[in-house]
């Protein structure tokens, strides 16, 4: 029981990396600038993607805190 909470929990800080990851929240202000060359569609696509990750992630942690006692 006590791993597959661990498991949970893991896996809900993992996704919630790649949430900002992909959003770009640990980006050099070099590569911020290179950001702004992206196009319109591949901005929303990895916007959408951090989106589903943070999701995901606040639902794991969410489930392993709840079956912690």
Do not use: D, N, Y
Request: aromatic residues 8%; without cysteine; proline residues 1%.
């Amino acid at each position: 029981m006590e791993v597959k909470i661990l498991g949970l929990l893991t896996f809900g800080i993992i996704s919630i990396l790649l949430s900002g990851v992909f959003i770009g929240a640990w980006t050099e202000p070099v590569r911020l600038r290179s950001k702004q060359a992206e196009s319109e569609e591949h901005q929303r696509f990895r916007t959408r993607l951090a989106i589903v990750f943070a999701v995901i992630g606040i639902f794991l942690l969410l489930l392993g805190g709840l079956t912690l006692k």
